[in-house]
């Protein structure tokens, strides 16, 4: 470190606060100088030519000249394999038990001495020298990867090794976590290491907060997800294919992973449509939370609300100008001092009552929870902390500290059952204090630093769950654990109740314990087109709820940036205002009356459309599907879908194309197969193909498909069917869950049909006893489109 980075770390953290960075930082790299010794000469290796297998139900064991390899396949058709005796267990991805082997399925001789695995829905094939390749029940290549390389340090140690793999010249990769540059993934490389980027961030920014070695990849042939079950810090390079033009010289897309250590194993599930897969997908890591009703209403935060009257006030702009409001975020600046589970009592002298107060209005109030700990005996969180021995150390057993909000901190091992217990315990003062729900930040984990990573050392000793290892295997795991914690401590605080929660960072199953958010993504044109980047990625990743700081976090938008950052996140799922203490208000009335009458359009067109996005989660629950989707998502096989960016479906009824561009007031947008209708004018559209539609600063193009059925509220508050007509001769439908409040009662999916008789448009509910009269009121639209 230089003086010029000694002076910076100064001028951003403060005097003192700069230097407690450098002085972690330097104790960050002396104990890594200590705890990681290098790993000198390394012997590379490769599997070499095969000798022997082992057939088991689902798969089995093929052994080559220098490793073996283990293959299984379930009878959905998922795929699991693993080299020098890795198997699916443990996995922080992994929920509960792995599926079942296939029984009707067995590992069997093939061609030129390899061996392969035939199974109902996929075909995976072994070649002697030891590249896997998963086929399609028909013989049509989905992907291949290549032999695996190992280099393994001759004294011992973590062996690095590297995956190459092929799919179709035509496939289009996206997923990898979320990334701003996407949502699909150029040629690159994409490094997977949850990072703090210390500051804001833009579309050509890498890595962010959350980062998975999850590939979705669509192509001709099918889609398929290919996880690689490793948290160790590394490297994903993506090389997109290209076809001959019938010259018959096509060129596969490459994949290649880099991992410093840990398993060689991965998963492929594959599937007719990308529905299919996810829904493996949520099989395999689990069902995403069901976040209660009321966190899927609208939401506003700042850092630097300050006080009581502050709260109140802002309250009170949103129900004088009868603005519908759901949630009130209150950042670091609501605690004591910056320290976790504590309250600023002269600032909020009654945060129950006033909790207890906002909540008779509607509105709940969400605590944000930072996992470091201030490391100075007599704050109490410290205090139990250290006598249950939850924090990290290092190699040599000293408490590792680092520099946060509060100042000198410690990091609880989340990692460990008994740390995650006490943990989650914790969250009894947040609820005591009024709070609903819990906003998880700055757990990558972040310790500030003038140079290298913004995080612990990664020699730092962690419990691994009883397996015991280090923060190069667990730093990615960090934000998943501490989800873990506070969900399964507020299910045992309030079993009654569903718990709200989101965090910064995560990892592969992360989708259990709650959602996400954009992070501090940059205030710009730039940074509203990464946000929905950000959440379409992460929807293919199995997390479905998500959202991004509505403005931007860093700095003041201009009206109609704003505008437009509001139309779009009033269709996302987490629809959240945000910003940083020094970037101004977020309030719609802060940006003139205009952007105001706009914004309370766009506001009661999300409460009009709640039971649509209730009706949403609960399918993310049962199936895995996303709310927000690729347009391509009904088509994969249409390429020009497959490069859409700017768009997206919201379940299967709506496409929502937002504006991205300053000044724009048109914009064209590309539509899947069928009639779709623009719900602001009634005009009806023909696809596939693309179509120029008006976007005044009053709204953004959203359509809605031909014959789909839509649970709205209706002018009295109640339920209603939207029905939009269906095509002469085609008919439709659509799915209503209705809500049933924040706890664990059971879901109870309707299924409604709508078709063209006459002229008029008929509604059916769907049950097991046959078709019978829709009993919710119907609204129809688009029959003079």
Known sequence: ??????????????????????????????????????????????????????????????????????????????VFWGWDGAGPLPSYAVAGEPPEPDPRAFLEPDTDGGWRVVSERVTVAVSRHGAVEVRTPGGVMLRRDLPPRWWEPVAGGPARWVQRSEVPPDARFFGLGGRASGPRLRDGSYRLWNTDPRGSFSPGDDPLYITMPVQFVVADAGTHLAFHDNSWDGRVTLTEGEEGAGSGHDRPGTSEVRMGGGPLRCWVVAGTTPARVLHGWAALTGAPALPPSWALGPQHARWG??????????????????????????????????????????????????????????????????PAVRAEPGNAVYDSGTAVGAFVRDARGNEVQGVVWPGECAYPDFTDPAVREWWGGLYEERLAQGFSGFWHDMNEPVSFSPFGDPTLPRSSRHALDGRGGDHREAHNVYGLTMARAGYEGLRRLRPDERPFLFSRSGWAGMQRYGGTWSGDVSTGWPGLRASLSLVLGLGLCGVPYSGPDVGGFDGSPSPELFLRWFQLGAWLPLFRTHAAIDAGRREPWEFGPEVLEHARVALAERE?????????????????????????WGAPEDRALRDCEDAFLLGDALLVAPVLARGADRRAVRLPRGRWYDTATGQAYEGPGQVLLDAPTSRIPVLARAGSVIPVRGADGGLELEVWAPAAGRTGGGLVVRDTGDGWEPAEIERYASRLVDGRVVVERLTDAGAEEAALPVRVRGLSG
């Open 305 to 370: 609300f300050g006080s009581e009257r502050e709260v109140r006030r802002v309250v009170a702009g949103y129900r004088e100008r009868e603005l519908p409001l759901s949630v009130l975020h209150l950042d670091i600046d609501h605690h004591d001092a910056h320290q976790v589970f504590t309250v600023d009592r002269e600032r909020f002298p009654d945060l129950p009552g006033l909790a207890a107060e906002l909540r008779g209005q509607g509105v709940r109030l969400v605590s944000i929870v930072n």
């Open 608 to 632: 009009r459309m709640r039971p649509y996005f209730v009706t949403l989660a609960q399918l993310a629950r049962l199936t895995g599907a996303p709310y927000v989707r690729p347009v391509w």
């Open 1 to 78: 470190m230089d003086g010029r980075e000694l002076v910076r770390s100064v001028r951003v953290f403060g005097s003192v606060q700069g230097l407690r960075a450098v002085r972690a930082a330097w104790r960050q790299r002396r104990a890594d100088a200590w705890g990681l010794p290098p790993r000198g000469t390394e012997r590379a290796r490769v599997p070499g030519q095969v000798d022997a297998a082992e057939p088991m139900p689902g798969g089995g064991i093929v052994r080559f000249a220098r490793s073996e390899l283990r293959i299984s396949v379930s009878a959905g058709g998922t």
